[in-house]
C-alpha cells in the first residue's frame, strides 16, 4: 500500500469514528467546523487573524462560521481595544458552557474508542498517533521570508535567545548583533517553529545565523529541511560558499551539519560563544 493510498484509508476511517461526518458533532447541535472553531477561540478568546492563520480558513468561510456561533448566543466579536485594527472573538457564558460540554464528550469518545485495546496496545497507539501528529504537521510547515524586524520574526529569535540562556553553562548574552540580510521563519497553524537567516561576511560568502528549531519539532526533519531551504538562499544571491558556526553544547546541530555535508573549519569570526567552525561549498 503506497503513502498516499494509507493516509487516505486512514482518514476515511477516523472520520468516521469520530463523528466527522455527522451533522451533529458529538450531539451538541454543531457541525465539526463550528465546534473546532469553538475549541479554538476558548476560554481566553482569540483574534480572527490568528484563528484564520491557526485553521488555515478563508476569509470568508471564516465569517460565516462565526457569524453561525454569534447567530446561536455562544460568541460575540468586537474590536481590541489597544488595537483597533484587530478584531477579538469571545466566548459568551453560554458558549462557555457548550465548550466545556464539547471538552468532556471529546474525552469521553476518546476513552471509548481505546477501550477495547490492551495496555500493549493503547502504548502503540499513542506513540504511533504522535508520530503521525508531528509528521504531519511537519510536512505541512510554511516557510516565509520575513522581515528581520517584524514581530513574527522577533518572536522566533526570543525563542532562540531564549533556549541558549538555559542550554549554556554561564548564559548568553546576544548583545547588538548586526542585522540579517534575510530571514526566514516556519510557521505551524500561524506559530513560529524554526527560523533561521542569512547574512554576508565575505565576496563569495555568506553565513547562516540564529538557525533555530522548537524542542517539540525536533526528530522530525524539519531543521534539515530549514538549513536546505538556507542554502538554496544562499545560491539566489550568487554566493558559492555557506559558513556558520555553533557552541559544543548544541548536539543536535552538530550532527545536522555534519549529515548535511558541512566540513570543520578554523575560526573564521569573533563570535565569543562559538566553538565549532563549519563550511559548505555549494554546487
Not at 467546523?33 to 481566553?44: D, K, N, S, Y
Not at 554566493?239 to 551539519?257: F, K
Given at each position: 500500500m503506497t503513502a498516499?493510498?494509507?493516509?487516505?484509508?486512514?482518514?476515511?476511517?477516523?472520520?468516521?469514528?469520530?463523528?466527522?461526518l455527522d451533522e451533529s458533532f458529538l450531539g451538541l447541535g454543531l457541525p465539526l467546523?463550528?465546534?473546532?472553531?469553538?475549541?479554538?477561540?476558548?476560554?481566553?478568546g482569540a483574534g480572527v487573524g490568528e484563528l484564520r492563520e491557526r485553521l488555515g480558513l478563508d476569509s470568508g468561510y471564516l465569517s460565516r462560521l462565526l457569524r453561525d456561533l454569534e447567530s446561536r448566543g455562544l460568541a460575540t466579536t468586537e474590536r481590541d481595544p489597544g488595537d483597533l485594527r484587530r478584531r477579538v472573538v469571545r466566548l459568551t457564558q453560554t458558549g462557555r458552557a457548550l465548550l466545556r460540554r464539547l471538552d468532556r464528550r471529546s474525552d469521553d469518545l476518546a476513552a471509548r474508542l481505546v477501550a477495547p485495546l490492551t495496555d500493549r496496545q493503547r502504548e502503540r497507539l499513542v506513540a504511533a498517533l504522535a508520530t503521525a501528529d508531528l509528521l504531519v504537521r511537519a510536512a505541512t510547515v510554511e516557510l516565509h521570508e520575513v522581515d528581520p524586524a517584524s514581530a513574527l520574526a522577533t518572536t522566533a529569535v526570543g525563542h532562540y535567545l531564549a533556549e541558549l540562556?538555559?542550554?549554556?553553562?554561564?548564559?548568553?548574552?546576544?548583545?547588538?548583533?548586526?542585522?540579517?540580510?534575510?530571514?526566514?521563519?516556519?510557521?505551524?497553524?500561524?506559530?513560529?517553529?524554526?527560523c533561521g537567516g542569512v547574512q554576508q561576511i565575505a565576496d563569495d560568502v555568506d553565513e547562516i545565523k540564529r538557525m533555530w528549531v522548537d524542542p517539540g519539532w525536533r526528530g522530525a526533519g524539519l531543521g534539515s529541511r530549514l538549513l536546505r531551504h538556507l542554502e538554496d538562499v544562499v545560491r539566489?544571491?550568487?554566493?558559492?560558499?555557506?559558513?556558520?558556526?555553533?557552541?559544543?553544547?548544541?548536539?543536535?546541530?552538530?550532527?545536522?551539519?555534519d549529515r548535511a555535508g558541512y566540513r570543520r573549519i578554523e575560526r573564521y569570526n569573533d563570535n565569543p560563544y562559538a566553538e565549532l567552525f563549519f563550511e559548505k561549498t555549494l554546487s
Open positions: 498516499v493510498e494509507t493516509v487516505r484509508r486512514f482518514n476515511r476511517t477516523y472520520t468516521q469514528r469520530i463523528g466527522a467546523g463550528a465546534a473546532r472553531l469553538l475549541f479554538e477561540v476558548g476560554t481566553t540562556d538555559v542550554r549554556f553553562p554561564a548564559g548568553f548574552d546576544p548583545g547588538m548583533p548586526p542585522p540579517l540580510d534575510t530571514f526566514t521563519v516556519a510557521t505551524s497553524d500561524g506559530a513560529p517553529v524554526a539566489g544571491r550568487g554566493r558559492g560558499v555557506v559558513r556558520l558556526d555553533t557552541n559544543g553544547t548544541l548536539d543536535e546541530a552538530i550532527a545536522m551539519y
